[in-house]
């Protein structure tokens, strides 16, 4: 442990003395480890004293060097001053969004089929309660056209409406028959 602890001391001398940091040329003393604080040595047993932490300049220990060279720092601080500056609004065109194009969806006709067992009353019932965009006029008007020609159309509708008001009202009891028909035909 004295060996471990004599080599760290060694290279701490060093380096202080490459740095120029000690002030008295190296010595075979200054590489003797000091004694701990507060820890007897053989030395100072028979005085009672304890050894220093910190050993001076007259026993041969290394001391703390001040350096020969003196360093001034000069501070130069700058402020900036705040302007402020005024923008003008400028005036733009107008921004033109781009015009997707949409392909229509192709639209179907609900055709209300003629049955002989159908209550007027009944159909126009279920016709205004299925179809939102009915009311009991044109549903009236859609039930003489289809029992005088044979059907008549209760209107124009995406596909996935025309599909669901059909089969609504051939889940009516009882049934009313409707058939879906694409515009163009």
Known sequence: MMHGSRSVFHCIAVAMAVL??????????AFAPAPLFGVATNNNRASGHFAPLFMSDSEGGA???KPAVKTSIKTETTTKQKSKSVQKAKVHDPITRRREEFEEAPLYKVMLLQDDDYDQEHVVDRMTDII?????????????????????????YPLEHAEMYSELLLRSEPMIYTQVEEENE
């Open 20 to 29: 120029g940091l000690m002030s008295q040329p190296l010595s075979t003393s």
């Open 63 to 65: 001391a703390i060097a």
């Open 132 to 156: 939102e965009d009915m009311d009991d006029n044109a549903a009236t008007t859609v039930y003489r056209q289809a029992m005088s020609t044979g059907k008549a159309m209760c209107g124009k």
